[in-house]
T-cell receptor
Framework: EAGVAQSPRYKIIEKRQSVAFWCNPI?????LYWYQQILGQGPKLLIQ????????DSQLPKDRFSAERLKGVDSTLKIQPAKLEDSAVYLC????????????FGNGTRLTVT | QKEVEQNSGPLSVPEGAIASLNCTYS??????FFWYRQYSGKSPELIMF????GDKEDGRFTAQLNKASQYVSLLIRDSQPSDSATYLC???????????FGKGTTLSVSS
């Protein structure tokens, strides 16, 4: 089966600019996650979708981050305006269900904010 | 605040030795436990998952879970240089929310 697809792989922007990331989960996976991984740390959940509904966005900085999953398939994560501390790898993952299932990760997008 | 704690390492072992990686978690209601391996510059890949107390073996890997002590470990037998990576422990609570990850333990296997 095809894995989780993410684009772009790398992005460099200046602070205060905006950026968007795209993710297409494994076919049939109802649950989609966006994680942020800062260098030297473990992934931190930003938002979890079940189909096209939000399950958990408690750690999403909503003043600058937004995410959507239209039609319950692919998803976009946007940052506007970006800050230096947003430099990280943004990982998209999917699972068949949200309960106890392993997550399958995409290759991630490495964001550098200068 | 639910937490997953790991010793960041680095843990250094010689080739052929057993590597032991440990993880503790704060939420006593946690139900599912996962070990992911992450090579530098790559995304995490699933190694093992365990749901019940005791041991679970898969090839050279053994996951051990002790819910009473809120402790989960990963043993890697006959360690190889290709096992050198960061190992992430992740926990899923009973509400079925997303995985909570530890910071990871860096393992270095020398030949």
């Amino acid at each position: 089966e095809a894995g989780v697809a993410q684009s772009p792989r790398y992005k460099i922007i200046e602070k205060r600019q905006s950026v968007a990331f795209w993710c297409n989960p494994i076919s049939g996976h109802a649950t989609l996650y966006w994680y942020q991984q800062i260098l030297g740390q473990g992934p931190k959940l930003l938002i979890q979708f079940q189909n096209n509904g939000v399950v958990d966005d408690s750690q999403l900085p909503k003043d600058r981050f937004s995410a959507e999953r239209l039609k319950g398939v692919d998803s976009t994560l946007k940052i506007q305006p970006a800050k230096l501390e947003d430099s990280a790898v943004y990982l998209c993952a999917s699972s068949p269900t949200g309960t106890g299932s392993p997550l399958h990760f995409g290759n991630g997008t490495r964001l550098t904010v200068t | 605040q639910k937490e997953v704690e790991q010793n960041s390492g680095p843990l250094s072992v010689p080739e052929g030795a057993i590597a032991s990686l440990n993880c503790t978690y704060s939420d006593r209601g946690s139900q599912s436990f996962f070990w992911y391996r992450q090579y530098s510059g790559k995304s995490p890949e699933l190694i093992m998952f365990i749901y019940s107390n005791g041991d679970k073996e898969d090839g050279r890997f053994t996951a051990q879970l002790n819910k009473a002590s809120q402790y989960v470990s990963l043993l890697i037998r006959d360690s190889q240089p290709s096992d050198s990576a960061t190992y992430l422990c992740a926990v899923n609570d009973q509400a079925g929310t997303a995985l909570i990850f530890g910071k990871g333990t860096t393992l270095s296997v020398s030949s």
